[in-house]
């Protein structure tokens, strides 16, 4: 049956179009044909009474009557008295839209007198009545989602504040709806139990989810998309089995200067950062000076992977503000980053954000929420970065694919456009890599090519002012017969005159300093209870390091055959043949007790 007329008055109330259609009757301000045409869509839910109403609408806008008896047959043809009200005549995303998710048939029901004031309870029950279906309730993130086109995606509380409010409004419409009161029911939803996520999304790593469906990278089949597979990403283009990406395959030969192992490694990277793990426990740094192309394949890469999935923290920033910063990571795939800062890196947070260690986070004002990150860092540099601590640890976590080539400034400038009409190309490109980095017994690996090994032992030279000082000006043991020992003291002081005059920085502490030498060099610290001087003075608890000179013969030690370890009560080097007897020094003989 036809609603009451009144109720078109009642609905202009909340609805902006309506309201807007009219301020511009009350006015005397025609109508487009458009909003006409939207009028009469919604007219046609009030029977004759709305076709009466619409005739004095268009008249007033100069419309013949022909034309909207000829809207009122198309609508007969198109809706019928069960049609959403609003579905035809309201694209915008206002309240109503929320109203067409309560109602099958109208966004909207009519007030009764009979309605009774509601409890919180009863709300709540109401609520998860409606949309229990597709709102889950995450409890490691304390965050509401929704199910929604394929996807379940993160429904803030003012969002979900507002859902209810229009719900209650209209099934109570005589209640006032006040903040502390849509408050506290979303606060109990968070205490139903229909809507616990006790779990985390996308727990299958081989489950890709497109626009179009969700891929499997080992059968390499699509299916359609399943409400219960729980996954909060979703990238934004479809999978085309036949689609080609012609362009940027030559661009990757240009950029790569048709280096193919580095090619192939980096569409490995870039499927490695589909899929919802960080089992392979890297970083990758993007490096180069100029245009070489970094930002371009970075900018496509990011689209790809979808906005909403990736994050652009710069490494600095996620140190000096890691509640909040780090925070931004949960649910992304990627946090592709443009790193202009020398600062040194915090080598800790890097470990713990490339690994499978848990990290503690929090929004501001918000509780802290644990986590394991998920999001890849790719950082894109003119300079390679350095760590305040370099070890093994940090060195195996680093790939760096090197951007050597320049291009001219009158290079394609549509190029990354061009490109983006490739992305189901890509996706083909990037997918046909499954293979190669999924082996049988389902473990990701992808082992770099001998190029990208090499930029990494040109980094771990480079990249720690304590490398670079004793590569510079040091001298280490090279085999088992002539062996060097300094004292950390001298070693340290050295080291700290050389960073302040050479490079003007600061130097790293001295617990640090001898960290890295013993990762990077293998030169270990050993504490000898006394030393006997020449002069008979006997010196207590020093610390001396094996394996390396400062090339000063007034306070270095050189002896061979292992003499110095004898000397210091420690194990042999290596077993050898004496060529000396004597520990050369000028100023010091010593025995260990």
Not at 148 to 170: H, Q, T
Not at 278 to 283: D, L, N, T
Request: some cysteine; proline content about 3%.
């Amino acid at each position: 049956m036809p609603h009451d007329i009144k109720t078109w008055d009642n609905i202009s109330l909340r609805c902006d179009f309506l309201n807007t259609i009219q301020t511009k009757e009350q006015n005397d301000i025609k109508l487009t044909e458009e909003e006409i045409r939207k009028v009469s869509t919604f007219a046609f839910q009030f029977g004759e009474a709305g076709k009466k109403r619409l005739k004095l609408i268009a008249i007033k806008s100069d419309f013949e009557l022909d034309y909207v008896d000829n809207l009122w047959s198309e609508n007969e043809h198109q809706l019928n008295d069960e049609t959403t009200i609003c579905n035809k005549m309201c694209s915008e995303i206002h309240r109503c839209q929320i109203m067409k998710i309560i109602n099958g048939y109208s966004p909207f029901q009519i007030p009764t007198e009979s309605r009774k004031k509601y409890t919180e309870s009863e709300a709540v029950n109401i609520i998860e009545k409606y949309f229990g279906d597709d709102i889950i309730y995450q409890l490691s993130t304390q965050r509401f989602y929704e199910y929604f086109g394929g996807v379940w995606k993160v429904l803030d509380e003012e969002k979900l504040n507002m859902r209810i409010e229009a719900l209650l409004l209209l099934i109570y419409p005589e209640n006032e709806i006040t903040n502390f009161r849509l408050d506290s029911v979303c606060k109990r939803l968070k205490k139903r139990s229909r809507l616990f996520f006790d779990d985390h999304f996308n727990n299958e790593k081989f489950i890709l989810n497109f626009k179009n469906g969700l891929y499997n990278l080992q059968t390499g089949k699509l299916s359609p998309h399943e409400r219960s597979y729980k996954t909060n990403v979703q990238f934004p283009v479809e999978y085309v089995p036949n689609a080609e990406c012609k362009l940027f395959i030559k661009t990757l030969d240009e950029i790569f200067e048709s280096r193919q192992d580095v090619v192939d490694y980096f569409l490995k990277w870039m499927l490695y950062t589909l899929m919802p793990t960080y089992e392979v426990q890297k970083a990758l740094f993007m490096y180069g000076k100029g245009r070489n192309g970094k930002s371009l394949l970075m900018d496509i890469w990011s689209a790809l992977i979808g906005q909403d999935n990736v994050s652009n923290q710069e490494f600095n920033k996620l140190a000096e503000d890691k509640d909040h910063s780090v925070f931004q990571l949960i649910d992304k795939y990627a946090n592709f980053s443009r790193e202009i800062s020398t600062l040194e890196k915090d080598s800790h947070l890097f470990k713990t954000l490339t690994g499978k260690d848990v990290i503690s986070a929090r929004q501001i004002y918000g509780k802290p929420v644990d986590f394991k990150n998920k999001a890849r860092l790719i950082i894109s540099t003119n300079q390679l970065p350095k760590f305040k601590l370099i070890d093994q640890a940090v060195l195996r976590r680093i790939d760096i694919i090197n951007f050597g080539k320049q291009f001219d400034l009158k290079d394609d400038k549509i190029l990354d456009k061009k490109l983006i009409n490739e992305l189901p190309g890509i996706l083909n490109l990037v997918l046909s890599k499954a293979h190669e980095i999924i082996g049988d017994d389902g473990a990701i690996n992808f082992t770099p090519p001998q190029s990208v090994s090499e930029n990494l032992k040109l980094f771990s030279s480079q990249s720690s002012t304590v490398s670079e000082y004793i590569n510079e000006c040091c001298t280490l043991s090279v085999d088992e017969h002539t062996e060097y020992a300094t004292t950390l003291k001298n070693l340290y002081d050295y080291y700290c005159r050389w960073c302040r005059s050479d490079l003007c920085s600061d130097p790293k502490s001295n617990k640090i300093f001898k960290e890295e030498i013993a990762q990077l060099f293998n030169c270990n610290t050993y504490t000898v209870n006394s030393v006997q001087s020449i002069s008979g003075k006997v010196y207590k608890k020093i610390n001396w390091v094996l394996g390396i000179s400062t090339n000063d013969p007034e306070k270095d030690y050189t002896a061979h055959g292992g003499k110095i370890r004898e000397l210091l009560g420690l194990p042999d080097f290596i077993p050898a043949e004496p060529e000396n007897e004597n520990i050369q020094s000028s100023k010091l003989t010593g025995t260990y007790n």
